[in-house]
């Protein structure tokens, strides 16, 4: 077995979002997607050391036009792909990422509960949509879904609303303890 050098590579595909949460760092940084070809350059220089692509750094990959191809390039190019998103979009590309051959798993980042206005005034429709769009996802091609929580004290009560949720979906009791 040929191993590679690293476990995985982050390759952030924008850097715009559609939230505007407390904890990210602020940026003056031009607003852009990157190209489809540019990410081919991109993966064609990392295929020697790595069988994983991250999609995630400050952007949202969910928003890029192209994800759609971009998720196919790297099935080409045998590459599996993790994808980090806010979970915001998840139904807006329900079709791209059920049927996408490459993608390995997708974390969804629930710690925007309680650190973003939007999300908060409708934070059940949010979760509920999110944990329904992972279930179709998980089903269609078997990637693996992660829930984020971060350990923040300034949304501890949203924290339990969220745990509460997962557990009532998933019929786990006590989340903490497995």
């Known amino acids: 077995m040929n191993k590679k050098r690293f476990k995985k590579i982050y390759r952030e595909i924008t850097n715009v979002c559609n939230l505007k949460c407390d904890f990210c760092i602020k940026s003056n940084r031009k607003k852009e997607y990157m190209t489809t070809?540019?990410?081919?350059?991109?993966?064609?220089?990392?295929?020697?050391?790595?069988?994983?692509?991250?999609l995630h750094v400050k952007g949202e990959p969910l928003l890029?036009?192209?994800?759609?191809?971009?998720?196919?390039?790297?099935?080409?190019?045998?590459?599996?792909?993790?994808?980090?998103?806010?979970?915001?979009?998840?139904?807006?590309?329900?079709?791209?990422l059920s049927n996408s051959k490459s993608l390995r798993q997708i974390n969804i980042s629930l710690h925007s509960i309680g650190q973003n206005k939007r999300i908060d005034i409708e934070k059940e429709k949010y979760l509920n949509t999110a944990?329904?769009?992972a279930n179709k996802i998980h089903n269609s091609n078997?990637?693996?879904?992660?829930?984020?929580?971060?350990?923040?004290?300034?949304?501890e009560k949203d924290k339990t609303y969220i745990i509460q949720t997962l557990e009532k979906a998933y019929n786990?009791?006590?989340?903490?303890?497995?």
């Open 37 to 54: 070809q540019n990410f081919i350059k991109i993966l064609e220089k990392i295929l020697p050391y790595t069988d994983y692509i991250y």
């Open 64 to 96: 890029h036009p192209n994800l759609f191809e971009i998720l196919n390039v790297a099935y080409n190019k045998k590459l599996q792909v993790n994808i980090t998103t806010n979970g915001t979009l998840l139904d807006k590309q329900l079709d791209v």
């Open 131 to 133: 944990i329904m769009c």
């Open 142 to 155: 078997g990637a693996y879904i992660s829930y984020r929580i971060w350990d923040m004290n300034d949304i």
């Open 172 to 178: 786990i009791n006590n989340i903490y303890n497995h």
